[in-house]
């Protein structure tokens, strides 16, 4: 069935229902939802092809995906659920998700893909995921004067759409729970600094470490790729030094999972022996063995905000400079992490 054929059976303007098809709110709430139901029940689909001829528009937006780490063509588990909550905001208003992945950390190269994107008029509008703290695809997409929103936030004082989680509080209420269970003496296992999100979760552990008048190690807050592999081989590196934490807080559940291998691997009891927190409440994290204590993120809910802001400035209700969104986080607690001081088969024992 055609829109004339829907606008005729519902004794309505043409002009009306595709209005209302697109979520515009000049048409009432009621209208809108009388439409939207009619053409549910009849399996009214809009052309896509006329609909570009006509506007001019693609009807999608873009975002390039980046891998789990250097050389892993997988995707990071996290936008999987990101993606879909944008869906299920971007779909009821007639727009699609274009993605791909980029396979290595190479921001030149990702750059080029956006630009890419963006040259060819293959999207109306981008995300921006895992932004940096000077990030060249911010610059990009303002110049290009293309409606963008991204996930996370980066150091530009330029007005920009964004939607990110609270990492900075994230690490702080991590980091406190150790000290609260008596440790001192806590590693951070973070994410590269040219993440902003690294540079906000280090923060958040410094606030907690100096309002309880602890002493920051450089020697034990590393940083490196999001990887169970690289949490294992840091952790390694923590284990055999002279004088080891008693506690570990990981950036992502997949850098913990990596230290608790590296852990029994020195035959440490987790939860007992020494402490390991993650974040994400990925789905891992609460069958692991012991479950993981974790912070969860809501991830699918930030995708939901995402979409809801691209479709705000795709339709020009509302501008750039008014979209912050900052989600809240939870502590998960579970029994990885444990009170100080280790058992006599500890950590305080291994370096000697």
Known sequence: MSIVSLARDLDLSISTVSRALNGYKDVSPETRERIRKRASEIGYRPNPGASRLKSGKTFAVGMILPAVSEGNHGVDSVYSGLMGGVATELE???YHLIATVQTR????????????LVRGSWVDAL?????????PRVALARKARIPFVTYGRTNSSEPYAWVDTDNEQAFYLLTKRQIESGHTRIALLNGPLHYYFAILRHKGYVRAMNENGLSIDPLITLNGELSESNGYSLCRNLL???NPPTSIICATDALAFGAMAACRERGLRIGLDISISGYGNSSASAFCDPPLTTVDHQVFQNGRHIGQSLLGLLRGQAQSREIHYLEPVVLVPRQSDGPYPPSSRGISNLSR
């Open 92 to 94: 009821p208003a007639g």
């Open 105 to 116: 950390n190479d921001p030149d190269r990702e750059t080029s893909l956006y630009e890419n």
């Open 127 to 135: 995300i921006i995921g895992r932004t940096r703290v000077n990030d």
């Open 240 to 242: 055999v030094s002279a």
